[in-house]
């Protein structure tokens, strides 16, 4: 699975839009990019994925850059309940694939 | 909303001695999964599970470590002797199987974690 690279840091004021940004310049042609996003010590969370286009649910918003190298997930109107470590994985969406957790961004969003 | 659950929150238990992590996964999923964290550290893959065999695992899954799915509902992590350096959450994960038509189609890796179970090692 390709490596990604996030700032360890970022602050957000409640009810702005919180931009996580990741880089994944190795990526190849079927790897995904997923977003978790861990709520201090609590199990991870799944929060989107996608694979060329953007994407958008209920929780966030997915923008991947044309050539794939990067992408920013989108919390559109961030709580205070949005403080969390966020992180971006690439993988290969097989079958029982393992999911290789970095040290991904801890959001702080304040009021 | 369903979710996957385990038991114990948290178990406290002296090196050398055996413990059993259990689990239950949401209940159509097919694909488990158990992570470990150690305080401070990152999440770390120990073993993937499919079709009652092991899909994966990683260099920390050894000898001492085994999983089981003694029936349709649970999914346990047995650790037989236990060291100091086993303290950590460990997480249980489970995603179901995506098909079409009879045709699989893959997990997606969309995985959902439960609340974890504390061990500590005196």
């Known amino acids: 699975d390709a490596k990604t690279t996030q700032p360890p840091s970022m602050d957000c004021a409640e009810g702005r839009a919180a931009n996580l940004p990741c880089n994944h310049s190795t990526i190849s042609g079927n790897e995904y990019v997923y977003w978790y996003r861990q709520i201090h010590s609590q199990g991870p969370q799944y929060i989107i994925h996608g694979l060329k286009n953007n994407e958008t649910n209920e929780m966030a918003s997915l923008i991947i850059t044309e050539d794939r190298k990067s992408s920013t997930l989108i919390l559109p109107h961030a709580t205070l309940r949005d403080t969390a470590v966020y992180y971006c994985i690439a993988s290969f969406s097989g079958s029982a694939r393992q999911l290789t957790f970095g040290s991904g961004t801890q959001l702080t969003v304040l009021p | 909303e369903p979710e996957v659950t385990q038991t114990p929150s948290h178990q406290v238990t002296q090196m050398g001695q055996e413990v059993i992590l259990r689990c239950v996964p949401i209940s159509n999923h097919l694909y488990f999964y158990w992570y470990r964290q150690i305080l401070g550290q990152k999440v770390e893959f120990l073993v993937s599970?499919?079709?009652?065999?092991?899909?994966?695992k990683s260099e920390i899954f050894d000898d001492q470590f085994s999983v089981e799915r003694p029936d349709g509902s649970n999914f346990t992590l047995k650790i037989r002797s236990t060291k100091l350096e086993d303290s950590a959450m460990y997480f249980c994960?489970?995603?179901?199987?995506?098909?079409?038509?009879?045709?699989?189609?893959?997990?997606?890796?969309?995985?959902?974690f439960g609340p974890g179970t504390r061990l500590t090692v005196l």
């Open positions: 994960a489970s995603s179901e199987l995506i098909a079409s038509g009879g045709v699989k189609l893959g997990s997606y890796n969309e995985q959902f």
């Open positions: 599970f499919y079709n009652n065999e092991i899909s994966e």
